[in-house]
């Protein structure tokens, strides 16, 4: 790569050029414009960014000094024009700010005020982000007294025209000696970044960070500028040697880090074309191209890309938890007596952080590098570990090798550490931080960073994996009784947790590897459980989940949950009871440690429908399976028996009853049966739609409405529902239909109501069901009386995030799933319409829709068709399955608008 050293900006030649155009605006924009083209495209071939960014400051004061010379000031004020922020720092990518500060003695005269406008108007007409303030000395440093803010943007400062001295005498009135001494000043910026992390909960690993803000990024590099800048005189980072806060080593790796966000952050400009901090997905790709990354077939350039930008900034979080340290003890507690305690004959607690008794401790013993998180979880109130014990640390686990993984000690003490009562995900945390996980784990130092480029995993594998970890944990402590009742309940009995952990740790450890990642990982889960001495038992356990860890929430939102073929199935896949618990526990953890928005009531609903049954099938024996007959001709006796005490009609009911298939009997419980059979009875209009509206009761607390629709046949009639439920802002995830007698239908969809997917109030309950109620009912009724075709046909916007996902539809068609159907399963980007558009296909190739199954992942679909021919016959022609399949690729692919 080409330095500042190996390149010429060509600046003398454009203060030559600028100096014959300075009059007009509209020349300086395209002379800037031009000679940032150059930067860039010099930027594109690998010339240094720190020259690049350090040459755009250069050419904005040349254009400064020339205009500050040029205007009529009136010269009985003394005046400064002084860059302040990033521009102070002499540092601007592309597209910042440029903030300056005009300082006078006193208020501007009258003519000044007037100059002062026309710069700042010349400034904003040459196309610069300008920022200016104007003030004198005495405001200054009034503000600067108040709010850390305004004193921080004058510590980077530096005068670029006008009087020099006005400049120097501010510095010393805002100097150590009048205000912000280092104590208080350190301990103002380090609560500043303590906030800026909270935000992020302390995650530098956010899939849209922002490359200034977020833990590890250029704000983090920036305070430990300001703070050696303010306590020491000097903000240079390898001036830090030489005073004892960072080894060479430590000093080389913060300034490479800073080195390629300042890299990333000039390619994010080009490609913004405008200020930006966030690495928003809509750049990432073109940024990844830009570094030189390339698709291969186990990583996408953009995951590999991200993969290097997390590696940097979690080195650069762990170098400023070492620096903020020791700068809390040089500058706040120098001096102070120390609070010691001892807890072993290695380890000590000072002033709240655990320390080593002496540097020796870790050449020794090296399992101490895992005691010392046994210890701060035995003891809560220990705040972290010592900077300097931070810094033995790093030095030796590079010492972490296969002799130390396979010693009878370490394994000891990493099993103590999964079996504490407390603080488990956060010492695995802290290990991870330390850099001691991805060592002891070689596997899971692979996934470090490791980013997921879909559209609902919202950490990378790492953060998701120790997010699993911190759920498990949550389900076993006081707090989950409300929102994770079965969870906290089935996890209070005699479940292992520490196996639960292990599951988790592993459960996505060989993602990004290529091949089926759950079978990776079970052979690196058996390896480690039984160097662990994990019983075989509890081995076959572990290796069991982490290979069905997606069974239970693939089962419970694609398959028929009624059908107790498909529960005796399920069963069968889990074996005995134990397992159903674990998995269940693993499962719940799993989904709400993906995103946290894919945890809704439905799913929760589901996930306890299915382990309830599984729960029975178990208990009667998988060698009993249910009598199908039995099960239908109970709850046909139960529900006439209701109907009699009602005084219906018999008879009229078995003649209703006599062409509804079997399917119908068993999906549906006693109440409904009942509800659709009076309704149904009652309906004397035979051409008007019958719309039933209810609170679904089968799903405990969730909030889950029901709408059964009766009418006569409509072939296309999913379509317009589907589209009419959407625009009353109703998730639909479950339809099931059904045609019966006299040309007529049965349907019903189970809905979310988007904007109400929480448990509400007994008091605001009715009143809200009631009035959504008939608003749904009037919808529909207007959509069945009249369905028009251009409806299905409506362009519709797709979100930001969506459109940087740019992968075609996907779909999977099998007669082997459900006997009796063809099951169709569509995966595909989310958007407004897609059922309708999925029905309008099967609408046109005459096919019967029975079952859906609708599953939406954040903002991805994976949802399952269970349909027929309208001879009620599976689809076996090969060339029509190939035909519906690419009919519904192109529509759903022809409607997603970039």
């Known amino acids: 790569m080409a330095t500042d050293h190996d390149i010429d900006l060509g600046l003398e030649t454009f203060a030559l050029a600028l100096a014959g155009s300075i009059d007009s605006a509209t020349q300086c924009k395209q002379l800037l414009q031009q000679k940032q083209g150059e930067f860039d495209e010099a930027f594109r071939h690998g010339v240094d960014t720190a020259a690049l960014v350090i040459g755009r400051a250069k050419l904005v004061d040349c254009l400064l000094q020339q205009l500050w010379q040029r205007h009529n000031w009136d010269v009985k004020q003394v005046m ?156 240079d980072i390898t001036q830090l040697v030489g005073r004892g806060f960072l080894t060479a080593i430590e000093a080389e790796n913060f300034i490479e880090g800073m080195q390629f966000l300042w890299k990333a952050r000039y390619a994010l400009h080009i490609v913004a074309k405008r200020h930006e901090d966030r690495l928003l997905f809509d750049y990432q790709v073109k940024i990844a191209e830009l570094f030189g990354f390339a698709d291969d077939n186990a990583n996408l350039a953009v995951e590999k890309f991200m993969h290097e930008y997390y590696r940097r900034v979690l080195l650069l979080a762990e170098l400023n938890d070492v620096l903020i340290q020791h700068f809390d003890q040089e500058i706040v507690h120098v001096g102070e007596p120390e609070a010691v305690v001892q ?42 570990v010592r900077a300097s014990t931070m810094r033995l640390m790093r030095t030796h686990r590079e010492r972490i090798d296969d002799e130390f993984r396979e010693d009878p000690v370490v394994i000891d003490l990493f099993m103590q550490l999964l079996r504490l009562d407390r603080n488990v995900p956060l010492q695995l945390k802290r290990m991870r931080r330390h850099g001691i996980l991805s060592k002891y784990i070689p596997a899971f130092g692979e996934i470090i960073g490791k980013m997921q480029y879909d559209l609902f995993h919202i950490y990378t594998v790492d953060i998701h994996t120790l997010e699993v970890v911190q759920n498990i944990y949550r389900f076993a402590h006081e707090g989950s009784e409300y929102n994770y009742v079965l969870a906290a309940k089935i996890i209070s009995g005699k479940l292992k947790i520490e196996l639960l952990y292990l599951a988790a740790l592993f459960h996505d450890i060989a993602k990004g590897r290529g091949g089926n990642h759950s079978e990776l990982g079970m052979a690196d889960a058996r390896v480690f459980c039984e160097r662990h001495g994990v019983n075989p038992r509890d081995t076959n356990l572990v290796v069991w989940l982490v290979e069905s860890h997606l069974m239970m929430s693939t089962a419970s939102q694609k398959q028929d949950l009624s059908d107790p073929d498909v529960i005796r199935q399920f069963a069968m896949l889990v074996g005995d009871r134990t397992r159903l618990d674990y998995l269940f526990i693993l499962t719940v953890a799993d989904i709400n440690g993906t995103n946290p928005e894919l945890w809704n009531a439905w799913r929760a609903s589901l996930l306890r429908q299915l382990y309830a049954a599984a729960t029975r099938a178990l208990r009667r024996g998988l060698e009993t399976p249910v009598d199908k007959q039995e099960l239908i001709t109970e709850k046909q006796l139960a529900v006439l028996a209701l109907l009699r005490e009602a005084g219906v009609d018999e008879e009229a009911v078995k003649r209703q009853w006599e062409d509804r298939v079997d399917e119908y009997f068993i999906r549906e419980s006693v109440e409904n049966l009942v509800l659709h059979t009076q309704e149904i009875l009652a309906h004397k209009d035979s051409e008007k739609p019958l719309i039933i509206v209810k609170r679904a009761t089968d799903f405990g607390e969730a909030a889950v409405t029901q709408i059964t629709i009766y009418c006569k046949l409509q072939e296309n009639r999913f379509s317009f529902i589907t589209l009419a439920l959407e625009q009353l802002n109703l998730s639909i995830h479950d339809a099931k239909l059904l045609i019966v007698w006299g040309g007529h239908v049965l349907d019903t969809f189970y809905v979310l109501d988007v904007d109400n997917d929480v448990r509400k109030t007994k008091a605001n309950a009715a009143n809200y069901d009631e009035q959504r109620a008939e608003e749904i009912r009037n919808k529909l009724l207007r959509v069945l009386d009249k369905q028009d075709d251009r409806w299905l046909n ?34 595909a980007p989310d958007r407004a319409g897609l059922l309708a558009v999925v029905g309008h296909v099967f609408y046109k190739h005459k096919l019967r829709l029975h079952n859906a199954k609708i599953s939406t992942l954040g903002e991805r679909v994976e949802d399952v068709f269970f349909l027929t021919d309208r001879e009620n016959k599976i689809i076996d022609d090969p060339v029509v399955i190939e035909s519906i399949q690419q009919d519904l690729k192109d529509e759903l692919d022809q409607h997603m608008v970039q």
């Open 343 to 384: 807890l072993n004959e290695r380890f000590n607690v000072r002033n709240g952080y655990i320390d080593v008794v002496s540097e020796q401790v870790f050449i020794d013993y090296l399992p101490a590098l895992i005691e010392i998180f046994v210890l701060m979880g035995q003891h809560n109130y220990i705040r972290g």
């Open 794 to 827: 409506t362009v519709r916007r797709v979100s930001r995030r969506l459109k940087n996902f740019d992968w075609p539809s996907q779909t999977v068609f099998s007669n082997d799933y459900s006997p009796g159907f063809s099951v169709l399963e569509v995966i």
């Open 80 to 235: 400064s024009l002084i860059a302040v922020g990033g521009y102070g720092r002499g540092e601007l990518h592309p597209q910042s700010d440029i903030d300056v500060l005009i300082l006078l003695e006193q208020q501007p005269s009258q003519t000044n005020c007037a100059v002062i406008s026309q710069l700042v108007a010349f400034l904003w007409d040459c196309g610069l982000e300008l920022g200016h303030s104007v003030r004198t000395v005495d405001e200054c440093v009034s503000l600067a007294k108040s709010d850390i803010t305004v004193l921080t943007n004058l510590l980077e400062s530096r005068p670029i025209a006008g009087d020099p001295l006005l400049f120097e005498r501010l510095k010393e009135l805002t100097s150590t000696q009048h205000m912000w001494g280092s104590s208080k000043f350190f301990t103002a910026k380090w609560h500043e970044q303590r906030e800026r992390h909270r935000s992020v909960n302390n995650n530098e690993y956010n899939l849209e960070p922002n490359i200034k803000t977020s833990p590890g990024g250029l704000r983090d590099i920036q305070t430990i500028v300001w703070i050696a800048k303010r306590h020491l005189g000097e903000g």
